[in-house]
């Protein structure tokens, strides 16, 4: 089945640190990559979609400025978390889809965050 | 606001037995509904997913039972076992490519 992978698995960092976290569709292009947060025994929610050479679309209440997306080619999207601060602390997900809306979503295994 | 709303918060079934997880939605417009299981420290997997013409759908020991009059859906795990333990997450997928998820269901199946 479609492979997702995404890196680093876990990564602990100082206050005020930038973090990138890398999403990758191993075995097919994904034309749109989500990502979520989820918040221990909560459910994912998700912070922005990002259609590959196109500016990412956030949701309501995510800093654009705090989370930045990039998704350059069909097959890697990453997002940086800037001035990371304790309350950015979370597991972050991400998903690919290839082709349009009938196709299913592919999630990563996720990035705890742990920001110290 | 939550646009999908899950049922039971936690679950504990004996092995062997029917695990039954609930969930139902306000929007019309969602037009496909997955679920997921996800083990700790992973991503969520695609499970099994029902589109709104379709009032059930079965593969293997799971089966989707979908009642779009009223907007309620439910994940059946015959014959449980304790692999099964995990959590798991209904969806809708509505407008601008969303996923909306439930807020999850841990399950516990005890041998």
């Known amino acids: 089945g479609a492979v997702v992978s995404q890196h680093p698995s876990r990564v602990i960092c100082k206050s005020g640190t930038s973090v990138k976290i890398e999403c990758r569709s191993l075995?097919?292009?994904?034309?749109?990559m989500f990502w979520y947060r989820q918040f221990p025994k909560k459910s994912l929610m998700l912070m922005a979609t990002s259609n590959e050479g196109s500016k990412a679309t956030y949701e309501q209440g995510v800093e654009k400025d705090k989370f930045l997306i990039n998704h350059a080619s069909l097959t890697l999207s990453t997002l940086t978390v800037t001035s990371a601060h304790p309350e950015d602390s979370s597991f972050y997900i991400c998903?690919?889809?290839?082709?349009?809306?009938?196709?299913?979503?592919?999630f990563g295994d996720g990035t705890r965050l742990s920001i110290l | 606001q939550q646009q999908v709303k899950q049922s039971p918060q936690s679950l504990i079934v004996q092995k062997g037995g029917i695990s039954i997880i609930n969930c139902a939605y306000e929007n019309t417009a969602f037009d496909y509904f997955p679920w997921y299981q996800q083990f700790p420290g992973k991503g969520p997997a695609l499970l099994i997913a029902i589109r709104p013409d379709v009032s059930e759908k079965k593969e293997g020991r799971f089966t989707i039972s979908f009642n779009k009059s009223a907007k309620q859906f439910s994940l059946h795990i015959m014959d449980s076992q304790p692999g099964d333990s995990a959590t798991y997450f209904c969806a809708a997928r509505g407008g601008a490519n969303n996923l909306f998820f439930g807020t999850g269901t841990r399950l516990t199946v005890i041998p």
């Open positions: 075995d097919f292009q994904a034309t749109t």
């Open positions: 998903s690919a889809r290839a082709g349009g809306l009938n196709q299913p979503q592919h």
